[in-house]
């Protein structure tokens, strides 16, 4: 076995993976202890049945039709401890359709891959990575490989002319021989770290902001609990626990509303004060505040109603008369304190359960938004249950309300118009608005949109895809995930069509793209469509560093891009202009974005394709923009059913300088990101200090997240 090759197994990991496939197998074959094809496809677990039947046919040696456990260990010790040679005999095999297994172990193998397998092998290789190409582009490719591989010009493919043209292409020989057997190996074990994160210098580096805002947070509590129980000492210790947790709550219940002041906030990440701050945990911040605040409300309830049962039990009245009855003493307002505490802990309940991402993230965010609202529900009983709360409320809520009113003035007062709609593949609805000519964001900010046509009084927060220098309107593109999205897409693809004709709003995008300058305004034959909407903002996010940064990467997941979007297309406005900040040598921009499959790369790829030309035009040393492209359905490159399709795009993009999935000058990578390679690379650059900018979904940022701790890059996710 190659011992040094990545991803070899010691001697005591094969034995214990023979194990693992013997039990497998045992489980499958039951106690007729041969397995046959359906069987064997479903313990390899691919999705095209070709490659399945090709294995099997290779592992069964006598052609009875069925595999034993001799047979499957003989055929996988050979691939497992065999030589390069002996895995790529394997791989020209299964290539070699119409050829005939020749002597155990594939060492003579004396047959030639035609055209018409390769092209059914490639059809083959693209179902499995649910790549669509055009039969035209098929052969394309087969033709390439072919003349790339064919050194005699027969007109086939022969075992040592495989091996040549692989051994050209190292990537692809490495992959190879790391294990040829590795489409049946367990799941192999997460490494963990010797040393844990948390005792990472740079795991508190990236939160030193949120731990000293909860450090603070919790001193200033206990400071509010403690004052208030000094107060009460003497009387019933569950007396001083509930006017302790009170004091708390009437901080916390008015504070919970400062994460939410976007416009202050906006504002605030401009001034140095704004850098020191997390502001871009605001939303989480405001989740931990309204955890709290339920925390103390049960502890705030529970001393209130252990204490009503001490004086029940000392014959001072029942409890149901306690909580139920308004009573001389019994606090808030008229003594109502009891009543109104009960109504205010079923409203934080409902609030705390319908935020859980569960319901907002999977599909129920209308729940979320309506149950939110009993936040002015939850005020107003507050005035009547602490009869102080005012006093804590007076700033914070004041200013809550204020931006509020301004900004339903602000958002009434003129209706804006839908210009465009286009409907984009995997439910993606890109809106193209009217731009008032006061509305000034950043790239990568967001703003909320009200439809009236599609629900009155709902507003949704959206990222900003259009660069601010496109001054007449703006772009937002919307994917189906919940059910104001869903009805937003099936409203417009019902309706009739209400496109400009001619799609004019894409031909003045790309002159502006082409001469650096603002479009024309809509000639006078062209009409708006009679779609209004209404906007509120913009609120800034932490993208907004991504100029004054030395070495930003950006990381967008599926429509995680729209951010970003932003930000390229304001990038290629700058460099149109020979913006000063933009020729710095010490600013570079990696830009990576993942996505399932090949659909969604059409969302931006006349951006990303303005973007490569743009850079083709720049001097060699002005190049600072890097696009990575991941398709996560295609088949990486350490699969052995890919080679020979990883192979054959390799050489037509090398032949054509351009990608056959995107149309790209860059070229698509199949599978997942490995985060260490990527990040590792961006610091062995040495461009600067990184900030990583990511918007996608939760579970990919906390593993984004934690490979940037081990390198010491700052990490911002886009949240709100």
């Known amino acids: 076995m190659l011992g040094s090759a990545p991803g070899t197994m010691s001697t005591a990991e094969d034995a214990a993976w023979l194990r693992w496939v013997t039990e497998r197998f045992q489980s499958i074959a039951g106690q007729g202890e041969e397995i046959g094809l359906e069987e064997f496809k479903a313990a390899l677990q691919v999705k095209e049945s070709f490659f399945a039947e090709r294995f099997f046919a290779l592992f069964d040696v ?29 791989l020209f095999q299964v290539y070699d359709v119409d050829g005939e297994r020749v002597a155990q172990g594939w060492h003579c193998s004396s047959g030639s891959i035609d055209a018409a397998e390769l092209l059914l ?27 790339a591989a064919d050194r005699d010009g027969n007109g086939s493919i022969t075992f040592q002319e495989l091996q040549q043209q ?102 605030l990440r401009a001034t140095p004060a704004g850098r020191a701050l997390p502001l871009e945990h605001c939303v ?18 529970g001393a209130h109603v252990a204490n009503f049962g001490r004086l029940a039990q000392a014959g001072h009245g029942a409890l149901s008369e306690f909580l139920l009855t308004a009573r001389p003493g019994g606090g808030g307002l008229g003594g109502t304190a009891p009543q109104t505490g009960l109504a205010l802990q079923v409203l934080l309940f409902a609030m705390l359960t319908f935020s859980s991402p569960c319901v907002r993230r999977g599909g129920h965010f209308e729940l979320f938004y309506w149950s939110h609202l009993s936040y002015i529900t939850v005020w107003a009983l507050l005035f009547f249950h602490a009869p102080n709360f005012w006093k804590w409320f007076l700033v914070p809520g004041g200013l809550f309300v204020l931006e509020k009113a301004v900004g339903m003035a602000v958002s009434r007062a003129m209706g804006l118009r839908i210009v465009e709609v286009h409907l984009l593949p995997s439910q993606v609805t890109h809106l193209v608005i009217q731009r008032p000519r006061s509305f000034r964001y950043e790239p990568g900010d967001y703003i909320y949109l009200n439809i009236p046509a599609i629900a009155a009084y709902e507003w949704h927060p959206f990222s900003i895809s259009s660069a ?10 919307i994917r189906s995930l919940g059910q104001w999205t869903t009805r937003l897409y099936e409203f417009f693809r019902q309706a009739e069509p209400l496109q400009l004709h001619g799609n004019l709003e894409r031909k003045r995008w790309w002159q502006w793209v082409q001469v650096g300058k603002v479009p024309v305004e809509l000639g006078e034959n062209q009409q708006l469509c009679s779609i209004k909407c209404y906007i509120d903002g913009p609120y800034g996010t932490p993208t907004r560093r991504i100029f004054t940064s030395e070495h930003a990467v950006l990381i967008g997941a599926g429509i995680g891009i729209t951010p970003f979007a932003s930000i390229l297309q304001s990038i290629m406005y700058r460099l149109g202009l020979s913006c000063p900040d933009m020729e710095a040598a010490s600013f570079q921009v990696d830009f990576i974005w993942i996505n399932r499959d090949q659909q969604h790369f059409e969302w931006f790829l006349d951006l990303l394709a303005a973007l490569e030309l743009q850079q083709e035009e720049q001097e060699p040393g002005g190049r600072f923009l890097e696009l990575h492209l991941y398709m996560t359905s295609a088949l990486g490159r350490s699969d052995v ?80």
């Not at 309204?290 to 309830?301: D, E, I, W």
Request: glycine share 8%.
């Open 62 to 90: 006598d052609g009875s039709g069925t595999i034993s456990l001799g047979e499957l260990h003989s055929a996988l010790r050979l691939l497992l401890h065999g030589t390069a040679a002996d895995k790529l005999r394997f």
């Open 121 to 147: 092998v490639l059809q083959a290789c693209l179902r499995e990575s649910e790549i669509s190409l055009p039969p035209q582009r098929l052969h394309d490719m087969a033709r390439a490989l072919l003349e």
């Open 284 to 301: 989480s911040l405001h989740q931990l505040l309204g955890s709290a605040v339920l925390a103390l409300a049960v502890l705030h309830t």
């Open 468 to 477: 601010p220098e496109q001054q007449d309107t703006i772009w937002l593109h």
């Open 641 to 720: 059913k890919a080679v020979g399709l990883q192979l054959a795009l390799d050489l037509l993009a090398a032949k054509e300088q351009k990608d056959s999935i995107t149309g790209l000058r860059t070229r698509t990578q199949p599978g997942r990101p490995d985060w260490s390679q990527v990040l590792g690379r961006v610091a062995e650059e040495r461009k600067g200090k990184v900030h990583v900018f990511f918007c996608g979904s939760p579970a990919l940022a906390k593993v984004v997240r934690a490979h940037c701790e081990r390198f010491g890059f700052r990490f911002f996710k886009e949240n709100f």
């Open 166 to 267: 692989l051994e050209a292409f190292p990537g692809l020989m490495e992959s190879l021989t790391i294990s040829a057997a590795s489409w049946l190996k367990p799941p192999a074990p997460t490494r963990q770290s010797r040393r844990p994160r948390c005792l990472t210098s740079w795991y508190w580096h990236n939160r030193r902001g949120q731990l000293a805002f909860l450090g603070g947070y919790v001193s200033l509590n206990l400071l509010l609990f403690i004052l208030a129980a000094l107060q009460h000492v003497g009387r019933s210790g569950w007396v001083v626990v509930a006017r302790g947790c009170g004091q708390c709550l009437n901080f916390s219940c008015a504070f919970i509303a400062v994460p939410m002041l976007r416009r202050c906030l906006t504002r």
